[in-house]
């Protein structure tokens, strides 16, 4: 999914997919037993997408959603690269982003989790701008092996890069769908200022990529019960005597969007597109020269 968003806004940079090897064993073949061979292959002649087998990193925790969440940090270990772009594969881009690599040298760049303010001050890993480098991932794992049960890929990066990470300004990089529904504080911490008023609008044409965080929502590639839509959906508000339903237009359309390209994307059927994001997470690369 995220591959063909990145042919869509024409990105310039190599498309690197890391996978778990069991799907497929050889990246370079030319026929899959399985679907998930099938679409990896497909994804990859179509998108333009060099195919790299990885071992999951799965660690027990009380959290079995985020079991395999540190497989992303391997990120920093892909060398070839001077610079590695994570993207959560449970986001959509809305633009291009090539911009990021132009960013002065650091080990990570990334945005504050804006949602969690005033609270804490806590870095987001659902975009990370990675240098990748033997030192740096020499202690990613050796963090990982000492992590404790509660601690997931937010946990670790938060204990290494708190306080030298560069920042990445979360508007427009990382907007959440809750963020539609939200209410007037967190609309200000987003906003980031005092000054400017929420207009749902004007922040989804600005927004460069949304994460789908949306709880009780689950994500978009899984049916969504109706009284949970209804709970979660946007309210209308009243603007000036008229009835202004654009944030809850807005939000219904970021998941009706996700939903129908998936379906021609991702069909299974041989006449149809392949799915972009089968690996765990997706990868946006610049080449070393």
């Known amino acids: 999914m995220f591959f063909e968003r990145l042919q869509h806004v024409q990105s310039n940079a190599d498309r690197v997919m890391m ?22 292959i497909l994804a990859r002649d179509k998108y333009n997408i060099k195919l790299t087998p990885i071992t999951i990193q799965h660690r027990q925790g009380s959290d079995p959603t985020w079991a395999d969440s540190f497989t992303k940090l ?77 601690d997931y890929d937010m946990e670790l990066v938060n204990q290494m890069y708190k306080d030298s990470a560069m920042i990445l300004p979360h508007r427009p990089y990382d907007l959440l769908t809750g963020a539609f529904c939200d209410d007037s504080d967190r609309h200000r911490w987003y906003l980031g200022n005092d000054y400017e008023v929420w207009d749902p609008v004007v922040v989804y044409n600005e927004a460069k990529m949304v994460h789908f965080s949306d709880w009780p929502m689950p994500k978009p590639w899984l049916d969504a019960p109706d009284n949970i839509v209804r709970e979660r959906e946007p309210k209308c508000v009243m603007k000036e005597e008229v009835e202004d339903c654009s944030a809850r237009d807005i939000w219904h359309g970021i998941y009706r969007d996700f939903k129908e390209r998936r379906k021609r994307v991702c069909d299974t059927s041989p006449q149809e597109r392949p799915e972009a994001n089968a690996g765990h997470q997706d990868r946006r690369r610049r080449r070393r020269p």
Not at 19 to 40: N, R, T, V
Not at 111 to 125: G, K, N, Q, V
């Open 19 to 40: 996978y778990p090897s069991s799907m497929l064993f050889d990246p370079e073949a030319q026929e899959g037993i399985s679907d998930d061979a099938k679409l990896l």
């Open 74 to 150: 391997l990120a920093f270990n892909q060398t070839d690269y001077e610079r590695v772009l994570m993207l959560d594969s449970d986001s959509t881009l809305l633009q291009n982003v090539d911009e990021l690599f132009l960013l002065p040298p650091s080990p990570v760049a990334l945005p504050r989790a804006y949602w969690l303010f005033p609270d804490e001050s806590t870095l987001s890993s659902q975009i990370m701008l990675i240098q990748p480098s033997e030192a740096e991932f020499s202690r990613v794992k050796s963090k990982i092996g000492s992590a404790g049960e509660n």
